[in-house]
């Protein structure tokens, strides 16, 4: 079975610019999460969907933004792009449902704004 | 607020040799979750073990194996037998139970972990 998967896995940006990252979940999985790792630092929670609403929010300014489609796949949106929002951005699956809570991980979209 | 703290930014091992990496959180709530993750050179992050905090037993994995004290909020990973493989960054993580919805978690900032030929 295919795990999580994400698109693109590089990209440069410039500031001022608009991104969107893409992921597919697990198949099975209901639940996605989005989460920014800047360089030397742990995985910070943007974002959390499940059966296409959104279930939880990080402390992240307006200009990010995400959806979830019907198939569960999701995109996460940032615009006004900033230079601290470099980073990699790591999406995460679950079933969503009442468990014992095990992200699965893609491998990430590494971001560079110049 | 849920806080996780990693204290130890690096650490080395000797192959076949053991190592314990440390995790402290802060959190008011009573059901959660605990995590060690694995973040090898490639990116991909895999769960390396759980722990719910309502079992007083410490969880286990093969040579995974964790100290979790409740009370001192402390949940520390022991590494038996280090392999080579298993040199990669180690993030401990905490997760609220949200039924129905899913889980949000909130990581420490990592100990790189080198295992020495």
């Known amino acids: 079975d295919a795990g999580v998967t994400q698109s693109p896995t590089h990209l440069i940006k410039t500031r001022g610019q608009q991104v969107t990252l893409r992921c597919s979940p697990i198949?099975?999985?209901?639940?996605v999460s989005w989460y920014q790792q800047v360089l030397g630092q742990g995985p910070q929670f943007i974002f959390q969907?499940?059966?296409?609403?959104?279930?939880g929010r990080g402390n992240f300014p307006d200009r990010f933004s995400a959806r979830q489609f019907p198939n569960y796949s999701s995109e996460l949106n940032v615009n006004a792009l900033l230079l601290g929002d470099s980073a990699l951005y790591l999406c995460?699956?679950?079933?969503?449902?009442?468990?014992?809570?095990?992200?699965?991980f893609g491998e990430g979209s590494r971001l560079t704004v110049l | 607020a849920q806080t996780v703290t990693q204290s130890q930014p690096e650490m080395s091992v000797q192959e076949a040799e053991t190592v314990t990496l440390s995790c402290t959180y802060d959190?008011?709530?009573?059901?959660?979750?605990l995590f060690w993750y694995k973040q090898p050179p490639s990116r991909q992050m895999i769960l390396v073990i759980r722990?719910?905090?309502?079992?007083?037993q410490n969880a286990t994995e093969n040579r995974f194996s964790v100290n979790f004290q409740k009370a001192a909020k402390s949940f520390s990973l022991k590494i038996s037998d280090s392999q080579l493989g298993d040199t990669a960054m180690y993030f401990c993580?905490?997760?609220?139970?949200?039924?129905?919805?899913?889980?949000?978690?909130?990581f420490g900032t990592g100990t790189s972990l080198t295992v020495i030929p």
């Open positions: 198949s099975g999985h209901k639940s």
């Open positions: 722990q719910e905090a309502y079992k007083q």
């Open positions: 969907y499940y059966e296409k609403e959104e279930r």
């Open positions: 993580a905490f997760m609220k139970v949200f039924p129905d919805t899913g889980n949000q978690f909130y």
């Open positions: 959190t008011s709530e009573s059901n959660y979750y």
């Open positions: 995460a699956s679950s079933r969503g449902d009442f468990n014992t809570g095990e992200l699965f």
